[in-house]
């Protein structure tokens, strides 16, 4: 496998419209309904906004032979993920017994990615806090079994394509031939997914395209995700942050492979 060298890409109009950073632990039973009403209290001033949703069933990467998965049964009744909003809306804290994620999302056009180091920044801060209220009311320490790194990729309609036939020209290994003389027209939808593996087991990244059209402007859109999940052989809050960097470097690094180099240039404005 090649090995990649240099500082890693940088555009100065990225693509991402969210960023998604998590860990899943060993269900924590002890964590009740009243505990969520409490931790609250933590995440109050920032976050002001609680809303519950359904809780997220745990997927962990699986390699050769391994036994798949199962999920431990348990006579706790279940509890939903529970989401703090953030005062501005561009932040979500998500927390469920097994699991903590947060969102840094664009909301409005004038959002702008905060990059890389800002967004670990404010996962970290509201990690420590969720550890520290765990320790405060004696409810055990985190078991981490796998994490999670997820950039959603927005490719708008007139951003190097206006029809789905246009889709080699921003994902050139996802073309679709455009030859006058063929029956079937341009493509009606797109969904198209696969994983790459990284080295040594510590992970995998999944790469998902879809097309659709927003919600609030009916504007068309390509959607990219590149999701790694996984987990190194250091499981400390150090081990954490480094595996981190790694996801980051294969979905930066994936993004220009699975990218055409004039999107990347024009539209995207790769420095």
């Known amino acids: 496998m090649p090995q990649a060298n240099g500082p890693l890409p940088n555009f100065e109009k990225p693509p991402v419209i969210e960023v998604v950073c998590g860990i899943l632990f060993k269900a924590i039973n002890s964590l009740l309904v009243p505990h969520f009403g409490l931790l609250w209290e933590k995440f109050r001033d920032e976050y002001p906004t609680c809303r519950e949703v359904p809780p997220l069933n745990p997927l962990l ?18 509890l939903p993920r529970i989401w703090f909003v953030h005062k501005n809306d561009t932040g ?19 959002d702008e990615y905060p990059r890389y180091h800002k967004v670990m920044e404010m996962y970290k801060k509201q990690f420590s806090k969720f550890e520290t209220f765990l320790t405060e009311h004696e409810l055990g320490s985190l078991e981490p079994q796998q994490y999670e790194m997820t950039y959603i990729n927005h490719m708008y309609q007139g951003d190097g394509w206006n029809s789905t036939k246009d889709v080699g020209a921003l994902l050139p290994d996802f073309s679709f031939r455009n030859d006058p003389k063929r029956f079937l027209p341009a493509p009606e939808s797109i969904n198209w997914r696969t994983g790459f593996a990284l080295p040594n087991r510590e992970g995998r990244l999944h790469a998902t395209v879809r097309h659709g059209k927003l919600k609030e402007t009916a504007q068309s859109v390509i959607i990219l995700d590149l999701t790694v999940r996984g987990i190194g052989t250091d499981r400390s809050l150090e081990g954490m942050a480094a595996w981190f960097d790694l996801a980051r470097e294969w979905i930066v690094r994936g ?17």
């Open 61 to 78: 990467e699986q390699y050769d032979n391994a036994k798949p998965f199962q999920i431990e049964l348990s006579d706790t009744p279940p």
């Open 92 to 110: 979500v804290i998500q927390i469920q017994r097994d699991r903590f994620l947060h969102n840094w999302r664009k909301v409005h056009p004038e």
């Open 255 to 271: 993004f220009v492979d699975l990218t055409g180099k004039e999107a990347q240039e024009k539209v995207w404005k790769r420095l």
